[in-house]
């Protein structure tokens, strides 16, 4: 089968980081992604990884381990600005699976 | 480079009733996916279109159904409407597929069921 897994939720202060964490199960696995969504946007592409290891994109950064089934996605200096919805993504064999999504609260 | 357009913004139908949305993906972008948000269920795949084609489909009943035309735009169709597909239905658009491509949203179409 397949399940893709993060925290519902997650609260955090201004100029802090947070880590939003993401196991995952699925066959034909070759990537997985993050996207942000603002309430009542659309959903915006952050980041992809099909490799092991950290890409960083300014404040952002996206870690994947295949091995493990997991991946997250870290936010530095948080803004008020990054509250929001985060979605993990898996990429598989023609399909993409998304998570339910982690509700990100920062709070001033 | 002009995004992906959807229309309606806003529907608002009642039960019974079938539906049509439509998705104008970015320029050059051959493959389109259909999700369904809802505050419970978050976002679930509902198709994906590749050349006119449907090459996914999600775990939806046959009441939704969709298209592709020859110039990538897409259409989706509900039809007997239910209370419960009440939601946010997204379209997303990429280059060759559901794939590595990061896959550009529109906003929406909001559907609500009276």
């Known amino acids: 089968g397949q399940s893709l897994e993060q925290p519902s939720e997650v609260t955090a202060v201004e100029g802090a980081i947070v880590q939003i964490n993401c196991t995952y199960q699925?066959?034909?696995?070759?990537?997985l992604s993050w996207y942000q969504q603002h309430d009542g946007g659309a959903p915006t592409f952050l980041s992809y990884?099909?490799?092991?290891g950290l890409e960083e994109t300014g404040r952002f950064s996206s870690f994947l381990s295949r091995s493990d089934s997991y991946g997250y996605l870290l936010l530095q200096e948080l803004q008020m600005k990054d509250s929001a919805s985060y979605f993990c993504?898996?990429?598989?064999?023609?399909?993409?699976?998304f998570g339910t999504g982690t509700l990100l609260a920062v709070q001033p | 480079k002009a995004g992906v357009t959807q229309t309606p913004r806003y529907l608002i139908k009642t039960r019974g009733q079938q539906v049509t949305l439509s998705c104008s993906p970015i320029?050059?972008?051959?493959?389109v996916s259909w999700y369904q948000q809802t505050p419970g269920q978050g976002l679930q795949f509902l198709f994906e279109?590749?050349?006119?084609?449907?090459?996914n489909k999600g775990n939806f009943p046959g009441r939704f159904s969709g298209r592709q035309f020859s110039n990538s735009r897409s259409e989706m169709n509900v039809s007997t409407l239910e209370l419960g597909d009440s939601a946010l239905y997204l379209c997303?658009?990429?280059?060759?597929?559901?794939?590595?491509?990061?896959?550009?949203f529109g906003d929406g179409t909001r559907l609500s069921i009276l």
């Open positions: 997303a658009s990429s280059f060759d597929g559901v794939g590595n491509q990061p896959q550009h």
């Open positions: 699925t066959s034909g696995f070759y990537g």
């Open positions: 990884n099909a490799l092991d």
């Open positions: 993504v898996v990429g598989a064999t023609n399909k993409l699976i």
């Open positions: 320029s050059g972008h051959r493959s």
């Open positions: 279109y590749f050349s006119e084609t449907q090459r």
